[in-house]
T-cell receptor, first 116, second 112 residues
Framework: DAGITQSPRHKVTETGTPVTLRCHQT?????MYWYRQDPGHGLRLIHY???????DKGEVSDGYSVSRSKTEDFLLTLESATSSQTSVYFC???????????????FGEGSWLTVV | DAKTTQPNSMESNEEEPVHLPCNHS???????IHWYRQLPSQGPEYVIH???SNVNNRMASLAIAEDRKSSTLILHRATLRDAAVYYC?????????????FGKGTRLHILP
């Protein structure tokens, strides 16, 4: 199994509070991703990173920010959590390299966030 | 938007082969075809991938159409543990900016 750790795994928070989810990898992979998953929507890309301090928006980035100050950590922050951000959040990583389109994507176990 | 189209759900009987289709009519020459599956309450896991030729591994086979506009994931003998959501995605192999978009996938039901 790829070395990906998400924390916290479960969190309940109140509307309006800031929340940070952490994705930590031990694989030294260049690419890191944050997805959210809701019933009927599949996996939707929030933000992704293609290197330290190189990040970009995904499909559903409003209300979220990210930071990547070192290769192994990718942080997802909800500045002011809303009930619509109640979801399961998955981190993913992937290596680079020649023809890297063939490289496997590895997922973390997920972080269950409930905003009340 | 996802670059692939899959049926929302499929059903199959246990111990029979399953063919999961995926359409990707706008695929480019450098796009790899990947399949992942997600078991209940787990993160997605890798199944198989290919570029042009058919591929086999211990989990499944991937059949790629000659024009590469569609592909089929083949589970040779389905078990109850294969009940999952299966995602077909394209990964562009040349850009530094590797934005990976998943669709809703196909929910596979296995009947005992």
């Amino acid at each position: 199994d790829a070395g990906i750790t998400q924390s916290p795994r479960h969190k309940v928070t109140e509307t309006g509070t800031p929340v940070t989810l952490r994705c930590h990898q031990t694989e030294n992979h260049r690419y890191m991703y944050w997805y959210r998953q809701d019933p009927g929507h599949g996996l939707r890309l929030i933000h992704y990173s293609y290197g330290v301090k190189d990040t970009d928006k995904g499909e559903v980035s409003d209300g979220y920010s990210v930071s990547r100050s070192k290769t192994e950590d990718f942080l997802l922050t909800l500045e002011s959590a809303t009930s619509s951000q109640t979801s399961v959040y998955f981190c993913a990583i992937s290596a680079e390299g020649g023809g890297f389109g063939g490289n496997t994507i590895y997922f973390g176990e997920g972080s269950w966030l409930t905003v009340v | 938007d996802a670059k692939t189209t899959q049926p929302n759900s499929m059903e199959s009987n246990e111990e029979e082969p399953v063919h999961l289709p995926c359409n990707h009519s706008t695929i480019s020459g450098t796009d790899y075809i990947h399949w992942y599956r997600q078991l209940p309450s787990q993160g997605p896991e890798y199944v198989i991938h290919g570029l042009t030729s058919n591929v086999n591994n211990r989990m499944a086979s991937l059949a790629i159409a000659e024009d590469r506009k569609s592909s089929t994931l083949i589970l040779h003998r389905a078990t109850l543990r294969d009940a999952a959501v299966y995602y077909c995605i394209l990964r562009e192999g040349m850009n530094r900016d590797d934005k990976i978009i998943f669709g809703k996938g196909t929910r596979l039901h296995i009947l005992p």
